[in-house]
């Protein structure tokens, strides 16, 4: 077992992360990044309530957490990195509260007037200064040579924005307002990037580089964010309203990374055109209590033909429900170098035997 980043064979993974940033086939013979776990159904939430701000980080209590847990699993999840992390909620930033509720949490809409956040300052808010508190006092409690620390993962303008108004208002305002939403946007971004560069630069550096929230090393400054509204909107509509501001956001870093869905597969030529952003794509299923998988929007195969026109510019990752029919499915037809297979399987430790630990 790989403890930590202090293992001299280390090298090799970030290496093997390298190539997959920058879409490279290598020798020895290539292969995906894998990261599996047994399929599971979500579970209601016991105690409903609202997300509050962090308290402040004990540094005593939070070194041993982070060094227990690296004793006992290691610095790996399969091929992707352990982290350590201290982000919060994004949403909070704009000033949405939080319902932790259904196995999840979701903001709730915020939205006043169309100017709420123009003299708004991020740095002012509790939730800001908790997570550059507890970043710090994280930074300090523990040996950065040692643990990678990860990026905060944003929603980026268009699911803030829909966070903020509810998806039916966003809708309403592309069509009612779109000046007004995209001065909006423009604030949010603005925030997000204040944010992001501010958490960023008190994160140690490994190589280089930095450890996005998936496990991923990126050769540089990283960011995460998600765009799953995007899915409302056409390619002519998203590209005037909605591109920009991801645009502006890939700006600010050096290697951003970008959450989406298959069911915005229509913005793939867009996000595509943006040279330092890394791909993710969701292919939806949901797995029900009952241990059936249902799946939900385009599937692996109806998808091939974007995710090959994907490969043959840059890397990308696939999450999703796996079972050896779609795993050789996905290795049959897409570049193994710069591919990463993450979800839900049946049985992990016969994948891992077959995908992973035979083909390491």
């Known amino acids: 077992m790989i403890r930590d980043l202090s293992d001299p064979r280390v090298d090799a993974l970030i290496q093997r992360h390298r190539n997959y940033w920058w879409n490279q086939e290598h020798n020895p013979a290539p292969r995906p990044l894998y990261q599996v776990v047994r399929a599971y159904s979500m579970a209601d939430t016991p105690d409903p309530h609202e997300l509050e701000p962090p308290p402040l980080l004990d540094q005593r209590s939070f070194r041993t957490h982070i060094e227990e847990i690296y004793d006992q699993h290691g610095l790996l999840n399969d091929d992707l990195f352990r982290l350590v992390g201290t982000g919060i909620a994004s949403e909070v930033l704009v000033g949405c509260r939080i319902a932790v509720r259904a196995g999840t949490h979701w903001a709730e809409p915020c939205f006043t007037d169309w100017n709420q956040l123009d003299k708004y300052r991020v740095q002012g808010t509790i939730w800001y200064q908790r997570l550059l508190e507890n970043t710090r006092r994280a930074v300090e409690a523990l040996d950065t040579e040692k643990y990678p620390f990860c990026c905060m993962a944003f929603r980026a303008a268009a699911d803030m924005a829909a966070a903020m108004l509810t998806a039916e208002r966003l809708c309403d305002a592309v069509l009612d307002q779109p000046g007004k939403l995209k001065d909006l946007l423009a604030r949010i971004t603005d925030v997000i990037i204040e944010t992001g560069v501010a958490h960023g630069a008190l994160l140690p550096r490994h190589q280089g580089g930095q450890f996005n929230s998936y496990g ?145």
């Open 216 to 360: 991923i090393w990126t050769p540089g400054r990283t960011v995460t964010f998600t765009v799953d509204a995007a899915t409302y909107f056409s390619p002519a509509c998203y590209e005037d309203i909605f591109l920009p501001f991801d645009q502006r956001l890939c700006a600010a870093f050096d290697t951003p990374f970008v959450h989406t869905h298959a069911s915005a597969r229509q913005h793939f030529p867009g996000w595509l055109e943006i040279p330092n952003l890394g791909l993710q794509c969701v292919i939806d299923q949901a797995y029900l209590p009952e241990g059936v998988n249902q799946p939900i929007g385009p599937q692996l195969a109806e998808l091939l033909d974007d995710f090959k026109t994907i490969r043959r510019r840059k890397s990308l990752m696939i999450y999703g429900y796996w079972d050896e029919r779609t795993l050789q499915l996905a290795l049959d037809q897409l570049p193994p170098g710069g591919c990463a297979i993450l979800g839900m399987v049946e049985d992990p430790a016969a994948i891992r035997q077959k995908y992973i630990r035979r083909a390491a």
